[in-house]
């Protein structure tokens, strides 16, 4: 053999055993953006490795036959914007894009920004209670891009502080009186505790299945009783809409309320307030917390993963396994107010109508147009993607969010936790455009979510800011299974599946609901289910889930308008069969046809019951969440 021929052997092997090693990108707190990504010297961001990533499958790179493989070590990554995942990052099932922890590590995906630099308050804080003198510590908020920005979470060594406001226990102060056409609530005057201003305050407004977030414009005292008004846009929604609504002097008497977000109203251990205007974080800590080493976080990020393909350009095969997604916000209710319509999805515009009828309701009397929270983690135009073992957590509005355009996805073994809105959000409900009671049926189906697997997942703690919100939201979704999930500590509904109100045709069918564990379920509100349905979907099949373990809130607005499994409005062709819970309490209102029911309640066998829930191999999910949330007791 010439040395030519040598030489030139050895340079081949070289540059294939380079590009073999190139399949695997390493990233690290530690590394540098200047490393070329190997494990012993990796990339320091995220956004530097899937650029590697894409310019490997752009250059066709021999090492990405198999696939990239983008190994993230332990710590936290501290996102500046959403790590955007576009149609260039899409894999093939034969060569698919995974993100994964690296073995034995824990890395987190942050929206968040440290707070830093506390001091006790060394001098009495004008309008701070008696209670809090002396006990309160201070510091500036952190500025982002050299900017003061808002937020509304606030956590201490993973701990979500409490945004400082009146008791949310069993004794909610009631409403007294609700003007609609002046658009004012009358409440005691005592429910204030010191409050004299509006300022930054706010009232969450408890009404049926749903509560609100209403800034408010003015307090005026007078005598025993206070009139207060609120900001728009949210006011003249909140007066206008018909449901839910406010009640007064009904079964359980006036509806119940608390308020937040005022400096007078931090009185307890673990309370915090953001003064705007001062700029400053107020902090009581809790027992045994030091505030010279501690850990503060608020969130600045909405979105910490955003996957953007389309109908005709998916983003496929990308996988993420062992990544925890933490520390983002939701500003519009601090902006806009918060006047949801159902499960998370809040009111843009509602109405009564003067004149009863839609086009595809005759005798309907509203109309209404919505919303969607935003999620953590959002794909849209996705398909073969999968989460595996991840965490979503510490969270401001909603989850994982698969939108729309998404089909043949994969949720397994995850865990969401300390969730302020939904859990998790499966397909379209209504765009912001159209009108929330008509079908969604579009012409290209290739928009609809279909074949969707959310399988042994554990989902406590979600909702735990705004209570009308569930576990798994799914709207119009096609060919779905949900099953052998666990979920518990939610303030509504554990499963809630369709959207509509309509009997008419629509995206749904042949969706399956199995073999789930529901429990300690509806903490704060009612009108409500483990599993709930709405609108036509046929051949879907609700069967084999465990329920059990209603909350019982002393509030609610109707104390035994509460079921285990319940069809409302529109539900046609469903099947609802083997799904054991401790009594036979269900409900289906205005049903279509095609609905069957067959062996649900106490009766069904032993077996059918313990096998309900995650299975063997996820059972440690529970591990995850803290002792508190595992056991009955009520949401944050």
């Known amino acids: 053999m010439t040395r030519s021929i040598s030489a030139s052997l050895f340079l081949a092997v070289s540059l294939l055993s380079t590009s073999a090693v190139a399949a695997d990108i390493w990233v690290a707190p530690t590394g540098s953006d200047r490393n070329p990504g190997t494990a012993a010297q990796p990339l320091a961001t995220l956004n530097m490795a899937l650029r590697q990533a894409r310019d490997l499958r752009r250059l066709r790179d021999a090492s990405v036959q198999n696939g990239v493989h983008i ?10 914007e959403p790590w955007l995942f576009r149609p260039e990052d899409a894999g093939t099932a034969t060569s698919p894009t995974i993100i994964e922890a690296a073995p034995g590590e824990q890395p987190v995906l942050s929206g968040g920004v440290a707070v830093t630099g506390w001091k006790k308050a060394a001098a009495a804080v004008p309008g701070l209670p008696k209670a809090a003198q002396g006990q309160v510590w201070v510091a500036d908020a952190p500025l982002l891009a050299g900017r003061a920005f808002d937020f509304r979470q606030l956590w201490v060594n993973g701990h979500k502080a409490v945004r400082a ?30 409050v ?37 846009p949210e006011s003249r929604v909140q007066f206008e809409h018909p449901w839910p609504r406010p009640i007064i002097n009904g079964k359980n008497g006036s509806s119940a309320f608390y308020l937040t977000n005022a400096l007078e109203l931090l009185d307890q251990p673990g309370e915090w307030y953001y003064d705007q205007p001062r700029r400053q974080v107020l902090y009581w800590p809790r027992p045994g917390e030091t505030m010279s080493s501690v850990q503060v976080t608020v969130p600045a990020l909405e979105t910490l993963v955003q ?47 003067a004149k009863p009828g839609t086009p595809d309701k005759a005798g309907l009397e509203n109309q209404a147009w ?7 983690v959002q794909l849209t135009g996705a398909d073969h993607t999968r989460f595996e073992r991840c965490r979503f957590e510490h969270l401001g509005a909603a989850g994982l969010d698969y ?20 859990g998790l959000q499966l397909g379209k409900f209504s765009d912001p455009g159209i009108e929330t009671h008509l079908p969604y049926n579009p012409k290209d189906e290739r928009e609809i979510c279909a074949s969707e697997l959310v399988e042994n997942n554990l989902f406590t703690d979600c909702g735990n800011e705004d209570w009308g919100a569930v576990g798994i939201a799914a709207g119009y979704v096609r060919q779905t299974t949900i099953r052998h999930n666990e979920i518990s500590q939610v303030p509504y509904t554990g499963i809630s599946l369709g959207w509509g109100w309509t009997k008419s045709a629509n995206a749904m069918q042949g969706n399956r609901v199995q073999a789930n564990y529901i429990h300690h379920y509806a903490q704060h509100t009612y009108d409500v289910a483990g599993v709930y349905t709405l609108s036509a979907q046929p051949g879907t099949v609700v069967s084999e889930n465990r329920i059990d373990e209603i909350g019982r809130a002393a509030y609610v607005h109707d104390p035994e308008h509460w079921f285990y499994l319940y069809l409302d409005e529109g539900s046609s062709g469903i099947t609802v069969q083997d799904n054991w819970c401790p009594a036979e309490k269900f409900l289906a209102n205005a049903n279509g046809p095609n609905n069957v029911w067959k062996n649900n309640g106490p009766m069904v066998p032993e077996a059918i019951k313990q096998a309900a829930g995650l299975e063997a191999a996820f059972r440690d999910l529970r591990g995850a969440a803290p002792k508190a949330e595992q056991k009955a007791g009520k949401s944050q």
């Open 71 to 80: 190994w993230v070590k332990g710590g936290e990554y501290r996102l500046q």
């Open 165 to 194: 406001r009146t008791a949310t226990d069993d004794n909610l102060p009631r409403l007294l009186r609700w003007d609609t056409d002046k658009r004012e609530a009358w409440i005691p005057a005592a429910a204030l505790s010191g």
């Open 196 to 232: 004299t201003r509006a300022g930054q305050l706010e009232m969450v407004l408890h009404q049926m299945w749903a509560v609100n977030v209403l800034r408010v414009k003015s307090v005026t005292v007078q005598g025993p009783e206070a009139r207060v008004t609120f900001q728009e």
């Open 307 to 353: 996957v953007a393909g389309s109908l005709d350009a998916p983003v496929s095969h990308l996988q993420f396994k062992g990544l925890t997604f933490a520390h983002t916000t939701w500003l519009r209710p601090g902006q806009q107010g918060h006047v949801p319509l159902q499960a998370g999805m809040y009111l843009l515009d509602g109405y009564s109508l």
């Open 370 to 376: 919505i919303g969607r929270p935003p999620g953590a």
């Open 403 to 422: 939108q729309q355009g998404t089909h043949d996805d994969a949720i397994v073994g995850c865990v969401f936790r300390d969730v302020a809105v939904n």
